[in-house]
């Protein structure tokens, strides 16, 4: 198994906690969860992705322009994304769990569900992205 290397940029106290798990676990994502977590961020204005070593199946982050981690995939389906206080308890509501380890302000979402369609899913995904980037307001709904 490789060891990822984590680009420098990333180094910030705000991403400290993710940056110790992803050391630590040294986590590969599946493709599809990776992909997904791709597609929940397309047309969200501001919001990159980043992953060190793509075809080897690392893990995946989307970041902000300031480099603040926001979304994480991992994992056989590991879906993460850092939300505002504000936005816990709907998420929680949601059906979203805290990711443990990522920090306080991370849930974990279902990828694909059994209660909806895919279209359904990469849309609720979608929603979770604009609001982890800040680019949605409560009681909006992709």
């Known amino acids: 198994m490789s060891t990822w290397k984590i680009d420098r940029r990333f180094d910030t106290?705000?991403?400290a906690q993710v940056l110790a798990l992803l050391r630590a676990d040294n986590p590969s994502a599946h493709s599809d969860?990776?992909?997904e977590l791709l597609r929940s961020a397309e047309g969200v204005?501001?919001?990159d992705h980043y992953c060190p070593d793509l075809p080897h199946y690392a893990f995946v982050v989307l970041h902000l322009e300031d480099s603040a981690i926001i979304g994480l995939a991992y994992g056989q389906s590991g879906l993460a994304y850092r939300l505002p206080d504000s936005r816990i308890a709907e998420?929680?509501?949601a059906g979203a769990q805290p990711a443990?380890?990522?920090g306080s302000n991370w849930f974990l979402l279902e990828p694909w569900s059994d209660t909806e369609t895919l279209q359904e899913s990469r849309r609720r995904l979608a929603h979770w992205c604009r609001?982890?980037?800040g680019t949605t307001?409560?009681?909006h709904t992709v």
Do not use: I
């Open 13 to 15: 106290p705000q991403n």
């Open 131 to 133: 609001v982890a980037a």
């Open 45 to 47: 204005a501001g919001v």
């Open 137 to 139: 307001h409560p009681g």
């Open 100 to 102: 443990e380890g990522l």
């Open 91 to 93: 998420a929680a509501r």
């Open 33 to 35: 969860v990776a992909e």
